[in-house]
């Protein structure tokens, strides 16, 4: 008989278990999460998750109800209510099944951010007993972080508000149902760390339980999801509520929890050693080893960053960072081995930059002395792995570490922007802080890369925003990319850092055939550009001539556009003191006012630069265009209050009145 290979064998037992509809019922009792071993070490065992199908008549309703939560289109919120409660009634016995669906899930979601109180606590009472078991499923692991969201919100009302609620609600407190949730998952903790879903459900559950902020689960800055979770949330379209990027009050009985979790955790790694331990020692080294190999799995290293970034809140002996790291003075070749490996692994380097970015400054000094103050330039040049660590520490180090290591960067800058162009943005932000340490150095560095002065065809644009190989007026309508909009927060960083980075970005903008340049205000990206260098205190008055003869002639088209009328609403102040220049655009916004006022953005413009008194009170427009320049200028001269009598107009004779006019003699 053929010998049947080990992957396929495994993907067999996995189709036995995951498709069981010709081996099981759908009557078969459900398996509750504290009926599962995933206690044992290295286990990769996934609970049972199946709670049967749904029938098609079934599955079509709830797919005709996820669609119309989707389209949003009732008349009334009183009708959208009245729509979701008869959905949750028709769910009600079905809630897992749904809630392990790829269809259906996405149905769970758009009902748990839309319930209310009562509603809300009727789905947490389906899916008690079954917490672990749906934080393991692909599906439902979703569903189950969504609920956290909703309720650690309906947690700060009850807290804030302690009569809210109905009387005759079955519950107690949203407060007790997280306690039976987290009771549930404590003996699986352990399991739940680098599983693949659950280990997203428990870093939920530390940020509810430790009152952090919970993070957007599709915004791209987000540390809840990878790169490619966050795309498949953007393609089922579920848009996050005002309960994320949020942080709730939470009651004193959650710290409890938090720190009972996180004991539980410490202990299933240290087989029985206490969390409060100060000695590195009382553990074993294949312990030590083991949890150090959680820190750089792509996995359990998210929740590991977590994890030390809260412990501080109860835990002045900073247990986990101990567990990771030593307390002595001295090297250790293991920790020097591990650290060496940190620094030069993708996830070791994100995990590095993290945790020194959440813990005490004596433990980062450590480090920085011991492994990486000697070898700065080197860690330096590895751009994807050590170089972000660097800028981490840049962040966090005192005074004299961060001189230190700027001193040692800085001559080598305009190298290192080469593969790595946040190094320019710590090394600014890090001069700053120091008073302005290496200023001039530094501008010279970024000069010489940027814009060196011995080029004759030197152009910041092209240099910084690689402006000729980018979206800017292609015809295919690419939205802005990532790098661009990298590149011109950058750039803008540096006009905002000196004067020579402002005038050199003018200055190439006025090189640019004004047709390119007039792309610029309609980019999604280079926008922002544009509108930073419109600082009218900082540009001398010709500059300002010279880039408002080129937007001046596309005003209404840059008035009517999402990204171009931004730019019109600075040019208000742009044109102070250049009365002719603001005249020119009120009267062309004016000459075309049926397309300025039929569009979004153009009415936002029209009501900013106020020509509605343009039109019709033009000399009080004129009256406030002077008191905006005396505001900007106080050394401005003021404008003649209308009707006013001249000086010595009261029949006085005035020797000065004969100089010019009808008086003075030819």
């Keep these: 008989m053929a010998r049947e290979r080990g992957r396929k064998l495994i993907k067999k037992i996995k189709q036995d278990q995951?498709?069981?509809e010709e081996e099981k019922s759908k009557d078969e009792p459900f398996v509750r999460g504290d009926d599962i071993d995933a206690s044992a070490e290295g286990s990769d065992v996934t609970p049972n998750t199946f709670y049967g199908v749904l029938d098609s008549s079934e599955l079509d309703y709830f797919k005709q109800a996820e669609s119309t939560l989707a389209?949003?289109?009732?008349?009334?919120?009183?009708?959208?209510?009245?729509?979701?409660?008869?959905?949750?009634?028709?769910?009600?016995?079905?809630?897992?099944?749904?809630?392990?669906?790829?269809?259906?899930?996405?149905?769970?979601?758009?009902?748990?951010?839309?319930?209310?109180?009562?509603?809300?606590?009727?789905?947490?009472?389906?899916?008690?007993?079954?917490?672990?078991?749906?934080?393991?499923?692909?599906y439902s692991s979703h569903v189950l972080e969504t609920l956290l969201v909703r309720g650690a919100a309906q947690v700060e009302t009850e807290l804030l508000t302690p009569d809210f609620g109905s009387a005759e609600d079955e519950f107690v407190t949203m407060e007790s149902l997280f306690m039976f949730l987290t009771n549930e998952l404590q003996p699986n903790l352990r399991f739940m760390v680098n599983h693949q879903y659950a280990?997203?459900?428990l870093r939920i559950l530390i940020l509810v339980l430790s009152s952090k902020t919970l993070p957007s689960s599709i915004q791209n800055n987000s540390t809840l999801r990878s790169k490619r979770s966050k795309i498949a949330r953007k393609m089922i379209d579920i848009k996050d509520n005002d309960n994320y990027n949020k942080v709730f009050k939470t009651p004193d009985s959650f710290k409890v929890v938090l720190r009972s979790i996180l004991a539980a955790i410490y202990s299933s790694f240290t087989h029985g050693v206490s969390q409060g331990s100060q000695h590195f020692s009382d553990i074993a080294i294949a312990d030590i080893m083991k949890f150090r190999e959680i820190c750089v799995d792509k996995i359990g290293s998210p929740v590991v960053q977590?994890?030390?970034?809260?412990?501080?809140?109860?835990?002045?002996?900073?247990?986990?960072?101990?567990?990771?790291?030593?307390?002595?003075?001295?090297?250790?070749?293991?920790?020097?081995?591990?650290?060496?490996?940190?620094l030069s692994d993708a996830v070791g380097s994100h995990f590095l930059q993290s945790v020194i970015a959440s813990t005490r400054v004596k433990y980062v000094e450590r480090l920085y002395n011991l492994y990486m103050k000697d070898r700065i330039p080197k860690l330096a040049k590895r751009?994807?792995?050590?170089?972000?660590?660097?800028?981490?520490?840049?962040?966090?180090?005192?005074?004299?570490?961060?001189?230190?290591?700027?001193?040692?960067?800085?001559?080598?800058?305009?190298?290192?922007?080469?593969?790595?162009?946040?190094?320019g943005t710590e090394i600014i932000d890090a001069s700053i802080r120091q008073d302005n340490f290496l200023r001039e150095e530094i501008i010279e560095q970024l000069m010489k890369k940027y814009y060196p002065r011995e080029s004759a065809d030197k152009n910041i644009l092209e240099s910084c925003l690689l402006l000729s190989s980018s979206t800017l007026g292609n015809t295919r309508d690419d939205w802005p990319t990532a790098e661009e909009r990298r590149r011109s927060l950058f750039l803008e960083k540096l006009i905002d850092y000196d004067d020579c980075f402002l005038k050199s970005t003018i200055d190439s903008m006025l090189k640019l055939p004004a047709e390119r340049f007039l792309q610029m205000p309609y980019h999604g990206v280079f926008s922002h550009v544009v509108e930073h260098v419109l600082q009218v205190k900082r540009v001398e008055i010709i500059k300002r001539k010279l880039l408002l003869n080129v937007l001046c002639t596309d005003i209404v088209n840059l008035s009517c556009n999402a990204y171009g009328s931004h730019i019109v609403d600075k040019l208000w102040d742009f044109t102070a003191k250049l009365a002719m220049y603001k005249?020119?655009?009120?009267?062309?916004?004016?000459?075309?006012?049926?397309?300025?006022?039929?569009?979004?953005?153009?009415?936002?413009?029209?009501?900013?630069?106020?020509?509605?008194?343009?039109?019709?009170?033009?000399?009080?427009?004129?009256?406030?265009?002077?008191?905006?320049?005396?505001?900007?200028?106080?050394?401005?001269?003021?404008?003649?209050?209308?009707?006013?009598?001249?000086?010595?107009?009261?029949?006085?004779?005035?020797?000065n009145s004969m100089k010019r006019g009808k008086f003075q003699k030819k």
């Design 18 to 20: 995951f498709n069981p």
């Design 71 to 138: 389209i949003d289109t009732f008349e009334s919120p009183d009708e959208k209510y009245q729509f979701i409660n008869s959905v949750i009634e028709e769910s009600k016995g079905k809630e897992l099944k749904l809630a392990t669906s790829q269809i259906s899930s996405k149905l769970m979601e758009r009902i748990i951010m839309e319930s209310d109180e009562t509603q809300l606590k009727g789905i947490f009472k389906a899916f008690n007993g079954f917490y672990f078991n749906l934080a393991c499923h692909k």
């Design 383 to 423: 751009d994807t792995t050590a170089a972000f660590v660097l800028q981490s520490l840049l962040k966090v180090l005192n005074s004299k570490e961060v001189k230190e290591i700027m001193e040692e960067l800085v001559p080598d800058l305009s190298v290192l922007l080469n593969s790595n162009m946040d190094f």
């Design 199 to 201: 280990s997203h459900v």
């Design 583 to 655: 005249e020119r655009i009120a009267t062309s916004l004016c000459g075309e006012s049926v397309k300025v006022k039929n569009s979004v953005y153009g009415r936002q413009v029209w009501k900013n630069w106020s020509l509605e008194q343009f039109v019709r009170k033009r000399y009080d427009w004129k009256r406030m265009v002077k008191e905006q320049e005396l505001a900007m200028f106080p050394d401005a001269k003021p404008l003649q209050p209308k009707n006013s009598k001249r000086p010595h107009s009261n029949g006085a004779f005035d020797s």
């Design 306 to 342: 977590l994890i030390v970034q809260v412990e501080g809140i109860f835990d002045r002996d900073r247990s986990f960072w101990h567990l990771i790291f030593k307390d002595t003075d001295e090297k250790d070749s293991k920790e020097e081995s591990f650290v060496e490996y940190l």
